[in-house]
């Protein structure tokens, strides 16, 4: 409720958030709610991120497979010469 009268308009909370706080609140004082409230859908933002995340722990998994292979001929190369 302090944030109704923001002068920012991304200070101001969103009637969906302020709902979701209601009824979750409501629901913690009747006892039908557990302490942790139930997660939300991701959004695509957040599925974008999980992604990418996922891209990049794979492309570095990828790097430290070639370099270590790349170490080994490196030192097969050396032992010829």
Do not use: W
């Not at 991120?49 to 170490?71: G, P, S």
């Amino acid at each position: 409720m302090q944030s109704a009268g923001q002068e920012e308009p991304e200070d101001e909370i969103r009637f969906q958030d302020y709902s979701y706080q209601t009824q979750t609140h409501a629901k913690r004082e009747l006892g039908l709610l557990a302490l942790k409230p139930t997660p939300r859908k991701p959004n695509i933002f957040d599925n974008m991120l999980a992604m990418m995340e996922k891209y990049a722990n794979n492309l570095e998994a990828l790097v430290d497979e070639r370099t270590d292979q790349l170490i080994e001929e490196k030192k097969k190369t050396d032992a010829l010469l």
